[in-house]
């Protein structure tokens, strides 16, 4: 394999792949989103909701290749708990990253695992992959009324 | 026995395939269902046209224009030929997506022409009494544009389906019936590979008067094709997969269906005479040729075509048979390896559909492009046909007069190695 495929192919994408984290759709989802890749029929689902300390809950369903599949696993392991303005910070970072062609220097602390999907960004067919949970999370979380920008509002 | 093809020196004809990819690797193309690469007697043809002769077609009294003129009407009659057909039954469009939704349009511009009293074909005319068959095998551009027609006209759509094996369950023929007005058929599956008896199914079509469509996108480029023969009354092809320049499309059409069809796009070139309220059109085929057509994709086609009538089509078909007998039969001894289509070498082309236990079609194909071999993923534009068989996508070699077996070896080396780094293996 070149370099360029195994930085592609991070083993913390390949674990979370195999053994994907906390998968499963949320019970009482406040917003649920079915996303679809139409180029490769990758799928994801995510059910969000805030409990009442205003911490996120998410859940998520899906088949597909393994950077879409290892994205919604890394996605919803960094988000489960997370405050909303964590949430923001993290969407706003890996949607930065994967527009980056491969120049971003993430920050660990923001995306946790999710910095594994650095390499991605070089390659323009797979960005739709690993953005497609985030994608999901996004509508999910409009149909929920977690919105970003209110909350900041209020907060700052 | 047609004559071997001399596939390195077929392979001096291509400039793309002496580069590399993906840093030094050399390009093996394994993707020619998605598009063939082009000749240098192509690229060399258009040029030309765009260097001496360039100028609007059918208009324009200077000498360019006459030149431009002949030279496009020269790749027609080239065309005819090479389909075993009359150039008067030729029409240009953009693509062999735009000749089925010329087809399909057929019948939606004519049924609602008939309901503000136009007089129309009544075979044209739909209604939710009628029925609009297809296969399960279907290009989405043999199937949206059907359905389409049938969200207009309150038409039935009906498929026949698909067996285990890939091949259409002719069991279901009976789908088409009395209530039919058009049958629209894909002649080899560019998933599956399988080609269709579309013999049977066109006289099936005709037993109750249907009109008989047949995509032949995938066949065209790889076998010989007489295509009045097939018994259809419309045929339609790409340009990009012969050898040819994108943007280029036909439509062969039975001259007595072509002459009932009302027109498609409208506009400049198509017409006989024009009012302020109303005009009359040309005949078939500039009738469907509305505005200055693609002349220059025209020519190289038209170049295309020759290239392939030096090669031989018989040694093509030959050629791409032998390939493809070689490239099951080292997919089959592979572990973990499905094939999705016709597993032997019977009535079926060179592209072949599988996939890999553990590993998705996307990752498989990305080891291999690591490699410098060019396969598709994903659905392949049939998504019905991989829910079918089960499967969210597949993956995808397709060979044409550049490949031999080497290409196939490197192919299956590339999926071994890709079982090896997500651990199936």
New interface residues.
């Given amino acids: 394999?070149?370099g360029?495929?195994e930085a592609?192919?991070q083993e913390i994408i390949?674990d979370h792949y195999?053994y994907p984290r906390g998968k499963g759709l949320i019970a009482d989802a406040a917003g649920e989103s079915f996303q679809v890749n139409p180029?490769?029929?990758?799928?994801v689902t995510v059910s969000v909701k805030l409990d009442d300390h205003g911490h996120l809950h998410v859940g998520y369903e899906g088949?597909?290749?393994?950077?879409s599949q290892a994205s919604a696993s890394v996605m919803s392991e960094l988000l489960e708990e997370a405050s909303v303005a964590d949430v923001a910070r993290a969407e706003r970072a890996f949607l930065e990253m994967m527009h980056s062609k491969g120049a971003a220097e993430p920050d660990e602390d923001v995306l946790g695992d999710g910095v594994a999907f650095a390499g991605v960004s070089k390659?323009p067919a797979?960005i739709k992959?690993a953005l497609l949970p985030w994608m999901a999370l996004q509508d999910a979380r409009h149909k929920a009324g977690i919105e970003f920008d209110k909350v900041e509002k209020t907060e700052g | 026995m047609a004559p071997a093809l001399d596939v390195q020196r077929v392979r001096k004809d291509f400039p793309i395939l002496a580069r590399t990819v993906?840093?030094d690797k050399p390009l093996v193309y394994l993707d020619s269902a998605a598009t063939s690469q082009k000749p240098v007697a192509v690229l060399d043809a258009e040029r030309e046209f765009y260097e001496t002769s360039n100028a609007a077609v059918h208009r324009g009294a200077h000498q360019l224009a006459e030149e431009a003129t002949d030279a496009y009407e020269g790749a027609r009659a080239a065309i005819a030929r090479f389909v075993g057909a009359s150039p008067s039954d030729i029409v240009f469009t953009k693509n062999a997506t735009e000749g089925l939704n010329l087809a399909a349009y057929a019948f939606s511009n004519a049924t609602a022409k008939a309901q503000h009293g136009s007089r129309v074909d009544p075979r044209f005319i739909l209604g939710p009494q009628d029925s609009v068959v297809v296969t399960e095998m279907e290009h989405h551009a043999n199937l949206i544009p059907w359905q389409e027609l049938c969200a207009k006209t309150g038409a039935q759509l009906r498929w026949i389906g698909v067996t285990d094996e890939g091949y259409l369950n002719l069991d279901e023929l009976d789908v088409i019936d009395e209530t039919t007005k058009v049958v629209s058929v894909v002649h080899q599956s560019n998933i599956l590979g399988t080609i269709n008896p579309v013999d049977l199914l066109m006289a099936r079509a005709h037993e109750f008067g249907a009109v008989g469509v047949v995509d032949a996108c995938q066949s065209i480029p790889h076998m010989p094709v007489d295509v009045p023969a097939l018994g259809a009354d419309l045929v339609t092809w790409s340009g990009h997969k012969m050898l040819g320049p994108t943007g280029i499309g036909l439509v062969w059409g039975n001259q007595e269906v072509l002459e009932a069809m009302p027109p498609f796009l409208t506009g400049g070139s198509m017409i006989e005479t024009v009012y302020m309220d109303h005009s009359t059109f040309a005949p078939p085929p500039q009738r469907f040729e509305a505005g200055v057509p693609m002349v220059a994709q025209a020519v190289g086609l038209g170049a295309a075509v020759r290239y392939l009538e030096d090669v031989g089509m018989d040694t093509v078909a030959q050629h791409e048979h032998d390939i493809t007998g070689y490239a099951l039969d080292r997919l089959e001894q592979l572990p973990g390896v499905r094939i999705i289509g016709p597993a032997s070498n019977v009535s079926r082309g060179s592209a072949i559909s599988f996939v890999v236990d553990g590993i998705?079609?996307?990752?498989v194909g990305?080891?291999l492009d690591?490699r410098g071999v060019a396969v598709r993923?994903?659905?392949h534009c049939a998504?019905p046909t991989?829910r079918r068989f089960n499967v969210?996508?597949t993956t995808r070699l397709s060979t044409y007069i550049y490949n031999d077996n080497s290409d196939i070896d490197a192919a299956v080396e590339g999926i071994v190695?890709a079982q090896e780094?997500?651990?199936v293996a």
């Avoid at chain 1, 088949?63 to 950077?67: A, R, T």
């Avoid at chain 2, 998705?360 to 990752?363: A, I, K, R, Y």
């Fill in positions: 394999m070149s360029n495929v592609l192919y390949l195999k180029t490769c029929g990758d799928e088949q597909g290749c393994s950077i390659y797979r992959c | 993906r840093g998705h079609p996307h990752d990305q080891i690591d993923v994903g659905h998504w991989c969210p996508a190695a780094f997500f651990g």
